[in-house]
T-cell receptor, first 111, second 118 residues
């Protein structure tokens, strides 16, 4: 299995607080992605990275920011969490012409 | 824009029988990849099978096989000899290379929930 670790696995927080989710890989893959999974929507892309300090927006990027200062780490930040951001968040990695491999997900609840 | 459609939100099958999950997609690309992922109750996303669009032969992985119809833009997954452990959400996904940015774009369907009955 691809070496991808997401932390934390579960988090409960309050509206208005900042939240950071971490994705760590040991595969040295170039591409990293953050998705959110909600019932009826499948997986929706939030942000992705194609190299250190190279990131771009996905289809649901409002309210989220990312950073990638090292190949192995990709951070997702909710600047001021809202209840609509309650979701399961997945990190994925991939290499050239390869399928994505996913972390185990983070369940985030915002009260 | 590319889209991926899974028209069966839920399906069930008896243990040991065969079931087919449907997926259609829309693209103007000629080179792309298609995947099926399985998400059991544990929430992990597990790659089941992949198909390169330039290959005419349908991919097979043990009990899992696909029926890839490029002209019809259809990519169905057949599970033979269904087992209780096949109970999961199944996602169809499309991938293409974006030449302008050098990145890869993935589009996922909304999933089909499969329940295998004992």
């Amino acid at each position: 299995d691809a070496g991808i670790t997401q932390s934390p696995r579960h988090k409960v927080t309050e509206t208005g607080t900042p939240v950071t989710l971490r994705c760590h890989q040991t595969e040295n893959h170039r591409y990293m992605y953050w998705y959110r999974q909600d019932p009826g929507h499948g997986l929706r892309l939030i942000h992705y990275s194609y190299g250190v300090k190279d990131t771009d927006k996905g289809e649901v990027s409002d309210g989220y920011s990312v950073s990638r200062s090292k190949t192995e780490d990709f951070l997702l930040t909710l600047e001021s969490a809202t209840s609509s951001q309650t979701s399961v968040y997945f990190c994925a990695i991939s290499d050239t012409n390869q399928p994505q491999h996913f972390g185990d997900g983070t369940r985030l609840s915002i009260l | 824009a590319q889209t991926v459609t899974q028209s069966q939100p839920e399906m069930s099958v008896q243990e040991a029988e065969t079931v087919t999950l449907s997926c259609t997609y829309d693209t103007s690309e000629s080179n792309y990849y298609l995947f099926w992922y399985k998400q059991p109750p544990s929430r992990q996303m597990i790659l089941v099978i992949r198909q390169e669009a330039y290959k005419q032969q349908n991919a097979t992985e043990n009990r899992f096989s696909v029926n890839f119809q490029k002209a019809a833009k259809s990519f169905s997954l057949k599970i033979s000899d269904s087992q209780l452990g096949d109970t999961a959400m199944y996602f169809c996904a499309f991938m293409k290379h974006v030449r302008t940015s050098g990145t890869y774009k993935y589009i996922f369907g909304t999933g089909t929930r499969l329940k295998v009955l004992a």
